[in-house]
Structure formats: structure tokens, C-alpha cells
T-cell receptor, first 114, second 117 residues
Framework: AQTVTQSQPEMSVQEAETVTLSCTYD???????LFWYKQPPSRQMILVIR??????QNATENRFSVNFQKAAKSFSLKISDSQLGDTAMYFC???????????FGGGTRVLVKP | GAVVSQHPSRVICKSGTSVKIECRSL??????MFWYRQFPKQSLMLMAT?????????EQGVEKDKFLINHASLTLSTLTVTSAHPEDSSFYIC?????????????FGPGTRLTVL
């Protein structure tokens, strides 16, 4: 079974600054995907970024980037130039490449302050 | 992009009644849909995996007779909370897997807030 751990329940950041969210996971699988999802106050889950385990290059989507350390089973999310609209819960998630189920971490609440 | 809808967005019911929540994939066919439950300030907990034309697979600890799931078509799955009680009050989220998507990605509905009085 896979587990996903987010050790930071809450983080705050000033607008335009950078914040990094931590995520570690445990698995015996070799081929998998990792995701970061955003859940704003509307509660709609939005995919922020995905990383394939077989890719060494870290994924980037505009202001969002990840630091994927496969050997350490670590998958952190960096939000650059934080905006007020980034205020949300962020969930790290794992899925076996050939599988269906997503395993979510406990979430990190991010508050962007003006 | 792929869109998943849920109906209703919020429902209030009396204890002992049954409530049905619909999950629809609007622009793609979803052979697999998922139902999650989310308590306030907590993560998503997978309740069951719904496969079109077959019985749902429930996660350990989820009562099959309490949470009835039907996936009768490639675009619709329903969750019925039977004989609802106040402890069933929660936020229910569905997602649909797009098999044509390269990553077999799940797309999430906007959720349904259930309040049982």
C-alpha cells in the first residue's frame, strides 16, 4: 500500500513571495505518477502539476514547479510569485501508473497575504 | 477540457431518508468513476470505485448497503445514501477517469454538501 505524507498543515506567504510545500511518499512501485492538486474555497479540485516517476526532469507549470527526488521519495511544490488566488488547500497525491486509485496526503493550507 | 458535474450541489434532508447524488462526465466517456468523502479541513477519502456495467468496489470500512453506487452508463454514476443519519453529513466528491487521456487522468466534480438533520 502507498502512503503520502504532508508534514505542513498550514503555511502563509506574502504576495509575490515564494513558498515551498513538502510531500513524502512510500511505495514499492517503480512506475507511478505524482500530483499536486489545489482545492480553493469553492472546493473544486484542480490539478496543478503532475510528475511521471520515470522522468528525471522536474515538471513546471508557469509559477508552479516541483522538486522530485525519487530516491528520497520526496515531491515538493514551489509556488513562485504567490498571488492572492493561490490561497487554497494543496494536496499531494500518488497513483500507480497502471492503476486507478489516487492516494492523497493530508493537505497543506496555504494563505497568501496581501 | 474534461468537465464533470455533480447534482445537487447541496442537499439537506431529514434523518432516515435517502438521498441520491449524480455525477456526470459531460464531454467524455468514463468507464471508471470514483466517490470520495471529505470532512472539514481533512483530505479526500476514497469510498468506492464505480465501473460502468459492473458492481462498485468499496474501500474497507465503507458500508455497501449504506452507500449504494450505480454506474449505468458511460457518463453517469450515482451515489445513494440510504437511511441517512447526521453522521453521514459531509462533502461528497466524485471524479471520472478519462480512458482516452494519455495519463488516464481523473477529473473532479464540484462536490455535493450533504446535511442530515
Amino acid at each position: 500500500a502507498q502512503t503520502v505524507t504532508q508534514s505542513q498543515p498550514e503555511m502563509s506567504v506574502q504576495e509575490a513571495e515564494t513558498v515551498t510545500l513538502s510531500c513524502t511518499y512510500d511505495t514499492s512501485e517503480n512506475n507511478y505518477y505524482l500530483f499536486w492538486y489545489k482545492q480553493p474555497p469553492s472546493r473544486q479540485m484542480i490539478l496543478v502539476i503532475r510528475q511521471e516517476a520515470y522522468k528525471q526532469q522536474n515538471a513546471t507549470e508557469n509559477r508552479f514547479s516541483v522538486n522530485f527526488q525519487k530516491a528520497a521519495k520526496s515531491f515538493s511544490l514551489k509556488i513562485s510569485d504567490s498571488q492572492l488566488g493561490d490561497t487554497a488547500m494543496y494536496f499531494c497525491a500518488f497513483r500507480v501508473a497502471a492503476g486507478n486509485k489516487l492516494t492523497f496526503g493530508g493537505g497543506t493550507r496555504v494563505l497568501v497575504k496581501p | 477540457g474534461a468537465v464533470v458535474s455533480q447534482h445537487p450541489s447541496r442537499v439537506i434532508c431529514k434523518s432516515g431518508t435517502s438521498v441520491k447524488i449524480e455525477c456526470r462526465s459531460l464531454d467524455f466517456q468514463a468507464t471508471t468513476m470514483f466517490w470520495y468523502r471529505q470532512f472539514p479541513k481533512q483530505s479526500l477519502m476514497l469510498m468506492a470505485t464505480s465501473n460502468e456495467g459492473s458492481k462498485a468496489t468499496y474501500e474497507q470500512g465503507v458500508e455497501k448497503d449504506k452507500f449504494l453506487i450505480n454506474h449505468a452508463s458511460l457518463t453517469l454514476s450515482t451515489l445513494t445514501v440510504t437511511s441517512a443519519h447526521p453522521e453521514d453529513s459531509s462533502f461528497y466528491i466524485c471524479s471520472a477517469r478519462d480512458g482516452q487521456n494519455f495519463y488516464n487522468e481523473q477529473f473532479f466534480g464540484p462536490g455535493t454538501r450533504l446535511t442530515v438533520l
